[in-house]
Structure formats: structure tokens, C-alpha cells
């Protein structure tokens, strides 16, 4: 077996868009478009991006919420791009998601006992007593008090709310869980309960993470690696320490550059990224970031393959003449 | 004082409910220097933003009421005017900037008819000449194409170009004071710091106070000249950004700044937290709501801290257990 968990290639997610008098698919949302990347065990990957840039709709299809358009993922060992129901129930005891909002990815009428329960009844595990075992040390796990079982989401705080959707994911101790904007509804000094409890419960379990956030002084505390997407498209894979000190993708270092720095001192030093990220329908032909900044380059870039290259180890950028130095460029032409 | 735009002297704001009148805000005083920028700093439920909406007076009505204290801008208690009165105030005096761009713009309209009805309202001017200002204002805010964008509705516009046009409503008419309610929170980063950078700018041109809400940390050493830290209804620290930063001396805010995690912060340590939660408002207590959270006994917390001066323009609630100087 692989030391690889999760292996993704080449995977293409295209929502056809109908329209016309015969409602005929008249294009597609590319939302996530040629996309590889890979989970060792018990490592996290970070994933991060601007709104719309498919980063939400790659984990829904690493978990399979979403059945691609083509490409393959491997999961365990098995590709379960093509699964069906009952493949798909089998493997999800291993594969579980943390969903951004607490309070809509929880039902408001069911006790916390029901929430967590389901998880068990669905894979048919262990008695009545037995369960209810199973979910008190859940939610001693999580940090929540022992009469929370028979309380309703609703009766809860953002932060414990969140607690419980990791309860729930946690249940059936799967190998991988997608989490997707875990903490960005939360309050800063809520937020780092959460982390810390995440990074406790990847010690304890062996767990692996698919960690999709836009905050990337959390990404980068989270993360073993990090992937940087833009478009569809992931332009840059390195070391979490790797990509925030030396990043080679122009759209890495804005994004960088973005996050406002709690330092008064470092006012000013940022470089601001004008426009926004284009459609999906109708991305640019070539560089898609070359585009939107304009780059003198860009009429090189259409119908060249823009795809991921090993700069150094570990290290991968997109072949990019418009978004890499001239050096990093060259290099690019080299190694491929 | 001259130098001062706006003083905000002991606000008590409350809601009333079934169980009684709430203070979501409690006696608070602040103040805002002319042509700088003052952030508002807090958790969800701090009541920065009912702070604004006191300001402004827009809270929700009739549950929503201000029961003491002055608001003073340009030496005009806010407080004491008339609905009308008010209404004036509103748009020439100060601008508002909501959080979402998407609830602040009026899905029917064209983006230049909602601009215009501002000139329309507070200035004497036709309607073509307003439609000719709001082409001037979205050149203001970098929005490119502004003639083809003036006829167009919300929906056509991205969501930093929305706020882009919020912003263009809330300065039309040259305000002193433009009150930011998180004006960056729905955007991506990227965006965030191109609406930043707008602001700012605007500021220095056009020589105007900001009021910048946000739970942001980063905004605020950012963009910020003064801080304003609140906490379940109180501010538990006011100095200025540098100060803050170097030398917090509330335990909440020490506590606030060590829980976000920083680029420079080793990858996968365990992160500072404070414990417990903000306690609900009905269950406020007079004493430091920060010790209430820290689990120190009701029956202890009796005594409101005096908040006062403990270096110039330092600001501090001096409860014995959060505050050791």
C-alpha cells in the first residue's frame, strides 16, 4: 500500500448550464478543472483560495458529495470516482466531513444524542447501551459536558456547535476528514478552542485533514502542506513553512501580501491585487491569473500547458511564464 | 473639544425584551479626532455594532432604545434631535457602510438611481445632474466603466464592486464622519485590502473620522489609528493601534491578541485560548463580565471596574483580577 491516502488526478468538475427553448447545456461552470493532488496518512493538507475558486466543490468531491465529470480518486486503495451507493456508505466510515456553518449543518430537531447516533445506525453498529457509551465519550472527547446529549444544536454556542459537527465526524474514527471552512464563523479566541482540539484529535487518531479555509495564518498553523488555488486550478503545492516564506506564484505572494498582519509596524508594505477573480464559465484562454493582471506575457500563455512543476523538492508551481520570476521560469523549462 | 469630531459620553443603550430591558450597550464613552481613523474591536455580541446603530440612531424599533447619555458631534447632542432632525444628520453629516453589500442595496433599482436619491434627498439638484454625480462618485470609488455601471442593477456587480458602491452612497454628500460597520467581512482578502486601501484614501482626500467595526485584528493594526476594545457591552480597552499591540493591558485583550494564530506562530503548537464563553445578556453581571467568563462566582462580582486613564490617552476597566499594572 501506498503512503498516500487520498490521491486525486486529474479531476474535472463541470455544472452544465442549461439553457435555450430545448434547455440544451449551453456550457459549464468549470469549478474545479484538471485538478491532482495527494493526502499522505495522517498528514493536512491546506487549501486555500478566493471565494469561487472551487476550493468547496474539490472537497465535496473528495468526499464524494459530488460525483466528478472525469479523473479518478483514490481513496485507501480505491477509486471511488465511480462508486455507487452502497461502495460510497462503506467507505464513508472512513471518510467524513466538517461543514463550514454549525447551525445549518446540524438539524435543529434532533437532540445531540440523534445527531451522533445516526452515524452509528446507518453502519448498523453496537446496541442501544453500547451507543450511548460511544456518544458520551464523544462528547467528553470534544469538550462537551455530559448533559449536552439531550440538548438541541440550537441550545448551543457557534464554538460547541462546531464541537458536535466534529463529534459527529469523528464517530465511526474514519482516516480522513474534509473540513471545509471549519472556522471562519467563529470568534477569534473561539477559534483557536477548535484548532487546538482538531490538532489534539489528529494526535490522538492518526487522523488526516483536508483543511479548506480562506484565513491563511490558519491554514499555515494547521497545515503539513498547503495548495493554492485559483480558478479551478491548484497554481502552487509546497511545505506549509515553504510556501509562506518563499513562494514562487505571483498569485501566491499577493495573496500573501493580503492578509493584514497584526503589527501595526508592517502597515504598508503590501501590494494590493487589483480586480477580481474571473468567471468560471468562461475562464481566460491562457494564464488566468496572467490575465487578470495583465501581464505582457499573456498572449504566450494561450494553449500552453500550464500544468504543475516539481521546482524543487517538494515544491510545486504551475509553468507559468506570466506568474513566476524569469529564473523560476526557466527552471520551470528545464525540469519538465 | 475642538479637536474631537465626535464624543461619545456614557451611551446606555438597551433592548427591551419579555424579560425585562437588556443593556447591550453600558455606559460606554469614547471619542473620535477629526480626520482619523477609531477601530471597535469585539467578539459576536460585544455590542460594537449596536454602538454605530446608537450613533446613527437606527436601531431596531421600537425595542431598541438609548436610555442615557450624549452622543456630540460637532457640539450637537445626537440624542436630542428629532426624528427628523436626525434624518438630515444622516447622509450629510455621517455616512454608514453596512457589513453585507448584498441587504444594503435595493435589488429593484439601478445602482445609479439609489445613489442619486442621496443627492436627491440632502442637495437641491435636478435628476440628470444627480445621475451625473453618481458617474462621478463610482469614479471615486475605482469602479471601472462608470457610465455602463450606473445603469445597472446589484446583482450585475461582484461583491467587492458592491461595496465599492455602498461606499459611494455613504460618501456622496461629503461626510464628516463614515461609520464602517465590517465593511470587509463578506470579501475575500484580496478585496479586503483593495476596500481598505480605498478607504483610506478617501479618508486623507476628503479629510474625514472613520468608525471601523470589525472582529478583525489584522484590520484594525492595519487601518486603525485609535482602538476601542469591547466586551459583553463595555470597553474594557481604549489606547492607540501601537500601544495596543505593544502593550495590552486588559487581560481580554491580552487574551484576544495571543489566540490568533500568526504567520510567525511554530505550525501545529497548541494555541493560546481563553476559556469558557461570552456569558449571555441576560445573564450580564454588574462586576467585570471578563472575570464572569473566567468562572469567578456571581456573588464576587458586584462592584462595576472604573474604567479611567491609566496613561495618557490609555485607557483601561481597572478590575483587580484583569487588570495589574
Known amino acids: 500500500m501506498s503512503d498516500n491516502l487520498l490521491e486525486i488526478s486529474n479531476l474535472k468538475m463541470h455544472f452544465p448550464i442549461m439553457g435555450g427553448v430545448m434547455l440544451r447545456q449551453k456550457g459549464a461552470v468549470k469549478a474545479v478543472d484538471d485538478v491532482s493532488l495527494f493526502i499522505k496518512h495522517g498528514e493536512t493538507l491546506g487549501l486555500v483560495g478566493e471565494s469561487g475558486c472551487g476550493k468547496s466543490t474539490l472537497g465535496k468531491c473528495a468526499v464524494r458529495l459530488h460525483a466528478p465529470t472525469s479523473g479518478t480518486i483514490n481513496f485507501d486503495g480505491q477509486d471511488i470516482s465511480r462508486a455507487g451507493a452502497k461502495t460510497l456508505r462503506s467507505t464513508r466510515q472512513d471518510l467524513q466531513m466538517i461543514f463550514q456553518d454549525p447551525a445549518e449543518s446540524l438539524d435543529p430537531r434532533l437532540s445531540v444524542r440523534a445527531i451522533i447516533e445516526e452515524a452509528f ?62 472556522v471562519s464563523a467563529l470568534d477569534v479566541s473561539v477559534q483557536s478552542q477548535v484548532l487546538n482540539l482538531m490538532l489534539e484529535l489528529q494526535r490522538d487518531m492518526g487522523l488526516s485533514y483536508l483543511f479548506i479555509a480562506h484565513d491563511l495564518a490558519v491554514v499555515k498553523h494547521i497545515s503539513d502542506r498547503v495548495a493554492v488555488m485559483y480558478l479551478g486550478k491548484i497554481v502552487e503545492v509546497a511545505d506549509a513553512d515553504t ?27 503590501r501590494v494590493t491585487l487589483d480586480g477580481e477573480i474571473p468567471s468560471p464559465i468562461n475562464p481566460p484562454k491562457g494564464s488566468a491569473f496572467g490575465h487578470r493582471i495583465e501581464h505582457k506575457r499573456y498572449d504566450e500563455t494561450i494553449g500552453m500547458d500550464l500544468s504543475l512543476v516539481e521546482i524543487e523538492k517538494d515544491h510545486w508551481v504551475a509553468a507559468d511564464p506570466c506568474c513566476l520570476s524569469d529564473e523560476d521560469y526557466k527552471k520551470c523549462l528545464t525540469l519538465s | 473639544m475642538a479637536d474631537n469630531l465626535l464624543e461619545v459620553k456614557n451611551l446606555i443603550t438597551s433592548f427591551k425584551t419579555d424579560g425585562g430591558w437588556l443593556r447591550a450597550v453600558d455606559e460606554i464613552s469614547f471619542s473620535v479626532p477629526r480626520g482619523k481613523t477609531v477601530g471597535i474591536v469585539g467578539e459576536s455580541g460585544c455590542g460594537k455594532s449596536v454602538t454605530a446603530m446608537s450613533i446613527v440612531q437606527l436601531l431596531p424599533q421600537p425595542m431598541g432604545q ?22 438630515k444628520i444622516r447622509g450629510i453629516d455621517i455616512g454608514v457602510i453596512f457589513q453585507e453589500p448584498m441587504t444594503a442595496l435595493n435589488p429593484c433599482h439601478r445602482i445609479g438611481k439609489q445613489i442619486s436619491e442621496v443627492f436627491l434627498l440632502h442637495t437641491k439638484i435636478s435628476k440628470q445632474d444627480a445621475w451625473q454625480a453618481s458617474i462621478d462618485i463610482l469614479k471615486k470609488v475605482k469602479i471601472p466603466a462608470p457610465e455602463l455601471r450606473v445603469g445597472e442593477y446589484p446583482h450585475q456587480l461582484s461583491g467587492g464592486m458592491r461595496q ?5 452612497m455613504a460618501l456622496a454628500c461629503k461626510p464628516d464622519l463614515l461609520i464602517a460597520d465590517e465593511p470587509t ?141
Not at chain 2, 465599492?164 to 459611494?168: K, L, P
Request: proline share 6%; charged share 25%.
Open chain 1, 121 to 182: 445506525a446507518i453502519h448498523k453498529m453496537g446496541t442501544r447501551s453500547e451507543r450511548n457509551q460511544w456518544i458520551a465519550e464523544l462528547l467528553d472527547r470534544v469538550g462537551l459536558p455530559k448533559k449536552a446529549i439531550d440538548k438541541f444544536s440550537f441550545e448551543f454556542s457557534g464554538g460547541q456547535r462546531q464541537r458536535i459537527g466534529i463529534a459527529r465526524a469523528i464517530a465511526l474514527k474514519p482516516k480522513l476528514i474534509v473540513a471545509d471552512e471549519p
Open chain 1, 243 to 269: 510556501i509562506y516564506k518563499d513562494p514562487k506564484h505571483a498569485y501566491t505572494k499577493a495573496l500573501l501580501s493580503a492578509i493584514p498582519e497584526p503589527d501595526p509596524s508592517l502597515k504598508n508594505n
Open chain 2, 66 to 87: 438609548v436610555l442615557g447619555g450624549e452622543v456630540i458631534l460637532n457640539g450637537q447632542d445626537l440624542i436630542k434631535l428629532s426624528t427628523g432632525e436626525m434624518r
Open chain 2, 164 to 168: 465599492r458602491v455602498v461606499i459611494a
Open chain 2, 185 to 325: 467581512t463578506a470579501l475575500d482578502v484580496t478585496v479586503q485590502s483593495q476596500i481598505l486601501d480605498l478607504i483610506s484614501d478617501l479618508q486623507e482626500e476628503m479629510g474625514m473620522s472613520v468608525i471601523l467595526i470589525t472582529h478583525d485584528l489584522g484590520v484594525i493594526a492595519q487601518s486603525c489609528d485609535e482602538v476601542v476594545v469591547m466586551y459583553a457591552g463595555r470597553i474594557v480597552e481604549k489606547t492607540t493601534a501601537e500601544s495596543l499591540f505593544k502593550e495590552p493591558l486588559h487581560a481580554y485583550t491580552k487574551g484576544l491578541l495571543s489566540s490568533m494564530p500568526r504567520l510567525d506562530t511554530p505550525r501545529k503548537s497548541e494555541l493560546k485560548t481563553i476559556p469558557g464563553n461570552v456569558a449571555s445578556i441576560h445573564d450580564f453581571v454588574q462586576g467585570c463580565r471578563f472575570c464572569q467568563r473566567l468562572g469567578v462566582p456571581v456573588s464576587e462580582l458586584t462592584q462595576k471596574p472604573e474604567y479611567r486613564e491609566v496613561s495618557p490617552n490609555h485607557w483601561v476597566e481597572t478590575c483587580p483580577q484583569c487588570y495589574k499594572p
